[in-house]
């Protein structure tokens, strides 16, 4: 029995006849297998990284399981449709709070059409992607059983500015109600859900290190989801604070060359979250400003 994901937060999502993803009980998530080049193109990193004895044990748990391409009903009613098989990332969860951030300064790729990139670049000036090298795809931030999530509409997080940005990754690991514009954010789950030897914070700086060297591949608009569970937390147990990389339809083989895009962008949110925890730290930000240069030169020789 297939039905419609219940946290979802970014993304086309099914229902109303429209084609989305659906997911089982088993814990499998079904993504529609994209009609142009982009279904092939996941379908083949998934293979790919499943497959390279080069990635790292450590890295793959940052990765969905992939599981291979079934037919099943599509979520719009046309009937029988490839789609790509996956880990469900939040199936064992109750009442979870995730945040989907896109990744880099740039979601464009230089082998893509004038018009794919044209349409990019508008997007990531008009939102924090040019200017933080990420930005906010959506979220959902569990308050208690009253109040159940607060979602916002995609029509207000693709109008974050940076200050938006930064507030928001602040009201994700607060106590206090984050539609309660009176008060602060209190930050008072983050030394458990981003702080700690295997908190969020630990485990961007493990995935960072891997891409200061890996040049496999070119993660062009992938997004990091972050997830962890409040009510663990009030209970006294592990948030299950956890990160893990999704959408892959516009990843390009590296060739040799360092990703310094979704570096940049991963710098940059590690340094915000840096700044949550325990205020800026001066050599983390170096190291990120650099990255975040780097990926500036490189973009400025590209840049259409």
Not at 81 to 88: E, F, G, K, N
Not at 152 to 164: G, I, M, S
Not at 187 to 192: D, I, L, R
Not at 253 to 279: Q, V
């Amino acid at each position: 029995m297939l039905k419609v994901p219940d946290h979802q937060v970014a993304g086309h999502k099914a229902g109303k006849g429209k084609l989305g993803p659906l997911v089982d009980d088993s814990g499998c998530f079904y993504k529609p297998y994209q009609c142009d080049d982009r279904g092939s193109k996941e379908v083949a990193f998934y293979t790919s990284f499943s497959s390279n004895t080069k990635i790292p044990h450590h890295i793959r748990r940052f990765f969905p399981v992939f599981y291979g391409t079934k037919l099943v009903e599509a979520s719009d009613g046309s009937g029988l449709s490839p789609h790509i098989v996956l880990q469900d990332l939040v199936s064992n969860r109750n009442n979870p709070s995730i945040m989907d951030i896109k990744i880099g300064a740039r979601t464009w790729y230089p082998q893509a059409s004038d018009d794919y990139i044209e349409r990019c670049f508008q997007k990531d000036r008009e939102t924090t992607t040019s200017l933080l090298g990420f930005r906010i795809s959506g979220l959902q931030i569990y308050e208690n059983k009253e109040s159940g999530f607060w979602k916002p509409v995609k029509k207000l997080v693709q109008a974050f500015n940076v200050e938006d940005v930064r507030l928001v990754l602040r009201k994700f690991v607060s106590s206090n109600s984050p539609t309660d514009s009176n008060s602060v954010p209190d930050c008072s789950f983050a030394p458990s859900v981003y702080g700690g030897s295997s908190g969020i914070l630990a485990q961007l700086l493990e995935l960072k290190e891997w891409f200061e060297d890996q040049t496999i591949y070119n993660l062009n608009s992938c997004s990091v989801l972050m997830v962890y569970e409040k009510e663990s937390l009030l209970k006294g147990t592990s948030p299950g604070a956890e990160i893990k990389l999704v959408d892959f339809a516009h990843v390009i083989e590296g060739t040799g060359i360092i990703d310094h895009n979704f570096l940049g962008g991963l710098c940059s949110l590690i340094k915000i979250i840096s700044e949550i925890l325990t205020g800026p730290d001066e050599h983390t930000n170096k190291a990120c400003l650099q990255d975040m240069e780097k990926n500036s030169v490189i973009d400025n020789g590209t840049n259409k």
